[in-house]
């Protein structure tokens, strides 16, 4: 009988050795091959930096913790064991592995940078007191008449969207942590308060949206999101539409939805913060539209050049059929990164762009859209960029500004044959053609 016993429990170890060793060789194979697809974590990640191994790095443990951090990055199933964590702490102890993502009343989530702004952290780390911010305010006001005075004489139009956040629209799901408030003032209230002042163009989305959320069918932000949601993008793109039409004196189409498509499969901008969360399974969420846009009434419209200033809250217009009302258009996110319409200015420095002015010198219509916690770093220096760019330009001589629209025809292979299929049916040297252009360019470009 104990024999018996003593043979059962051997196999039985060598059925717990092989298992483990299965296992053991599926996360090494897995972490080679990755053989098997697993959605990629949310977040940024940043990869360790690559260490050479050499006699110096090897003696001082350098190499030997690169190879551990590595192996960490690139372990087999490594999504699922980390999703898997997340879900267990999120659902027994109502954690979040990402400190940027709050829970709030009512199942709300929100992204923790808004949720300092709203109670004035963000404020006293740009300034020591309330009258400071509203010095620094006054004088960003000024500055923006300069810009707009700037931009008219170049015929071009200027208006700025104050975007909404969702603990402003929605303060009374902040969660209890974040109910005190530090300093009972707003820079964004102060600075729409300052722009009618001033009669400059601009439209408030968060005095807009507090006054309908309670009329509205639909939530303006879903609960895991923390941008606008997809069902209010007809109204906010046909609103900006006007505004533009407004400012500028251009006839433009209407932005107009053709479906409201419910659902309960939320992406994008709707469920930005459950990606964030990284969690093994999706949650449950209440139908919600996402609607099919389009633009209507386009027959004879003006086309204009549009030029935008902004943060995050540009990207949903940006794919959007809204961007289609444009000849071309250019994003200047934080003035830094730009996309564009054309790709060869894609993900380019602002600063190091050399047509950056004539992008600017073509706009029709500049739009700044920003919301409240980068309100403080006010347009990104943009008011400075265009100072600048509107100096130096005008400081160049006839032939500088041929001479770079020139560099600027060779930039672009399609404009460049053209030229040159043009030269020969007029029976032009190419270089004097090229010139001609260039010349025709400067005279007509705007």
Not at 28 to 41: A, D, R, S, Y
Not at 49 to 64: A, H, I, P, R, W
Not at 104 to 116: H, I, Q, R, S, V
Not at 338 to 357: F, G, M, T
Request: net charge negative; with cysteine; proline share 5%.
């Amino acid at each position: 009988m104990s024999k018996c016993r003593h043979i059962d429990k051997n196999r039985l170890f060598g059925i717990q050795f092989w298992v483990i060793f299965v296992i053991l060789m599926l996360i090494l194979v897995q972490g080679f091959t990755h053989f098997i697809p697993f959605k990629v974590l949310g977040g940024h990640v940043e990869s360790t930096e690559n260490v050479d191994l050499s006699f110096k790095t090897y003696l001082n443990g350098s190499y030997q913790d690169f190879l551990t951090e590595r192996a960490k990055e690139k372990g087999g199933f490594r999504e699922f064991f980390i999703r898997s964590y997340n879900q267990a702490m999120f659902n027994c102890f109502r954690e979040i592995s990402n400190d940027n993502v709050i829970e709030g009343e009512n199942k709300e989530f929100f992204l923790k940078m808004y949720l300092e702004e709203s109670t004035g952290g963000k404020l006293l780390s740009y300034h020591p007191s309330i009258d400071s911010a509203k010095r620094c305010a006054e004088i960003n006001v000024e500055k923006t008449l300069v810009l707009i005075d700037s931009l008219r004489k170049h015929g071009t139009a200027f208006f700025f969207v104050f975007a909404p956040t969702k603990p402003a629209v929605y303060p009374e799901c902040i969660p209890e942590k974040y109910q005190k408030t530090i300093v009972d003032f707003s820079m964004q209230e102060y600075y729409v308060q300052l722009f009618k002042e001033k009669g400059i163009p601009h439209i408030d989305f968060t005095s807009y949206f507090k006054s309908i959320k309670d009329s509205v069918s639909y939530p303006l932000y879903t609960r895991l999101g923390t941008h606008w949601s997809r069902a209010t993008l007809p109204l906010v793109g046909d609103t900006i539409m006007k505004k533009m039409a407004a400012v500028s004196g251009l006839d433009l189409p209407s932005f107009e939805c053709v479906d409201m498509n419910p659902t309960c499969h939320y992406d994008g901008a709707d469920y930005e913060l459950e990606g964030l969360m990284n969690l093994l399974f999706p949650f449950r969420n209440p139908e919600a539209p996402r609607p099919v846009t389009t633009l209507s009434d386009t027959i004879g419209k003006d086309k204009p050049h549009l030029l935008v200033i902004g943060d995050s809250y540009f990207v949903q217009l940006e794919n959007s059929p809204f961007v289609n009302a444009f000849s071309s258009w250019d994003y200047w996110k934080y003035n830094r990164d730009i996309v564009s319409s054309n790709p060869r200015y894609c993900w380019q420095n602002v600063n190091r762009l050399p047509e950056a002015y004539d992008v600017l010198e073509q706009a029709d219509i500049v739009m700044a859209i920003i919301t409240a916690p980068y309100i403080y770093e006010y347009m990104w220096g943009f008011c400075e960029t265009a100072s600048r760019l509107f100096q130096q330009r005008g400081n160049l001589s006839v032939e500088e500004r041929v001479a770079m629209i020139i560099q600027e025809i060779q930039g672009n292979p399609e404009w460049l044959e053209s030229v040159k299929q043009q030269a020969e049916k007029e029976g032009l040297t190419f270089e004097e053609n090229l010139r001609r252009n260039a010349i025709y360019v400067l005279e007509n470009r705007k």
